[in-house]
């Protein structure tokens, strides 16, 4: 059974940083694009960023330039560090895979992604 599990969120002030983690159980884990996607109260889910198994990056025009996505292949890792945080990034945060080994990290249909972590709470005091 696959599991991925965030971590690292909390309560941070506007202008802060927050590093998020999420550790999988994801075999061959260095083949799949990964993806960090949020939702806030009453808004769709969406995706942030994503990077693919060679590391290239897609980021949210929202967060270009304030969140970097990275992965550690030897520990089945992804991370999301998230720099200059605003009041407008609080939401759930989570991690997921995307369906098919050796995907590009480009589009944005939750539906790409087939496992999920149970999100870890982001909030982002003014």
């Known amino acids: 059974q696959v599991h991925l599990v965030e971590s690292g969120g909390g309560l941070v002030q506007a202008g802060g940083s927050l590093r998020l983690s999420c550790a999988t159980s994801i075999s061959f884990f260095s083949r799949y694009t990964m993806g960090w996607y949020r939702q806030a109260p009453g808004k769709q889910r969406e995706l942030v960023a994503a990077?693919?198994?060679?590391?290239?990056?897609n980021y949210a025009d929202s967060v270009k330039g304030r969140f970097t996505i990275s992965r550690d292949n030897a520990k089945d890792t992804v991370y999301l560090q998230m720099n200059s945080l605003k009041p407008e990034d609080t939401a759930v945060y989570y991690c997921?895979?995307?369906?098919?080994?050796?995907?590009?990290?480009?589009?944005?249909?939750?539906?790409?992604?087939?496992?999920w972590g149970q999100g870890t709470q982001v909030t982002v005091s003014s």
């Open positions: 990077i693919t198994s060679g590391g290239g990056p």
């Open positions: 997921a895979r995307k369906i098919y080994s050796y995907c590009s990290a480009y589009g944005s249909n939750h539906h790409l992604y087939d496992y």
